[in-house]
């Protein structure tokens, strides 16, 4: 089975510190994917990545970078967290288009950031 | 530009009771669609997918959908609702092919209650 396994579960952060949330799939995955979650207004994403060191913004990237060393590991970061940023983040994966199997993104269980 | 467009942010029905979740599609290339179901405190996982094959498509713990192009519909179904089945449901099109990946574009979900 596909595991996307993201570290944090719950995370509690004061406005202006700098977060890190960190997936990691064991699929050899090319891409990977950063979604925020709220209420009423479903998944947003906010970046993606089609390959090592590669990265796309999404429809909503302001206030968030990423980072993608390595295939198995997609970081997002909050430089300078903000009350609005408080949501529930999930991390997925997928195969490219170009490869069989495709077309199904994997998640992880999400991490619920709360900043005060 | 792709769109999804569920119609009820939340359903109530009867343990026992048909199941039936809306979801319209807009997309300016031969769609794929998803239906994505999350538990509590839970991440994503694909319930089925239509990808230009069959359109009535099965998909797991007994939900099916079937694809409508003249209606842009994709819209979800369940014979006999279970108490196991409250969650909420994401319809989900293939977005645009940006980079190397096709991104999902979400509905904003709809929460499934089941009375018993």
């Known amino acids: 089975d596909v595991k996307v396994t993201q570290s944090s579960r719950y995370l509690v952060k004061r406005t202006g510190e700098k977060v890190f949330l960190e997936c990691v799939q064991d699929m050899d995955h090319e891409n990977m994917f950063w979604y925020r979650q709220d209420p009423g207004l479903g998944l947003r994403l906010i970046y993606f990545?089609?390959?090592?060191?590669?990265?796309e913004k999404g429809d909503i990237p302001e206030g968030y970078s990423v980072s993608r060393e390595k295939k198995e590991r997609f970081s997002l970061i909050l430089e300078s967290a903000s009350t609005n940023q408080t949501s529930m983040y999930l991390c997925?994966?997928?195969?490219?288009?170009?490869?069989?199997?495709?077309?199904?993104?994997?998640f992880g269980e999400g991490s619920w950031l709360t900043v005060v | 530009a792709q769109s999804v467009t569920q119609l009820g942010s939340h359903v109530s029905v009867s343990e026992g009771a048909l199941v039936l979740l809306r979801c319209n599609y807009s997309s300016s290339v031969p769609p794929y669609l998803f239906w994505y179901v999350q538990y509590p405190n839970q991440g994503l996982q694909l319930l089925l997918k239509y990808t230009s094959a069959a359109t009535l498509v099965k998909g797991i713990n007994g939900f099916e959908a079937e694809f409508k192009k003249s209606e842009t519909s994709f819209h979800l179904t369940k014979p006999s609702a279970h108490m196991s089945d409250a969650a909420e449901y994401f319809c989900?099109?293939?977005?645009?092919?940006?980079?190397?990946?096709?991104?999902?574009?979400f509905g904003k979900g709809t929460k499934l209650t089941v009375n018993p």
């Open positions: 989900a099109v293939r977005g645009t092919f940006q980079g190397g990946s096709e991104k999902l574009v």
């Open positions: 990545s089609y390959d090592v060191k590669m990265k």
């Open positions: 997925a994966s997928s195969l490219p288009p170009y490869r069989a199997g495709r077309n199904t993104i994997y």
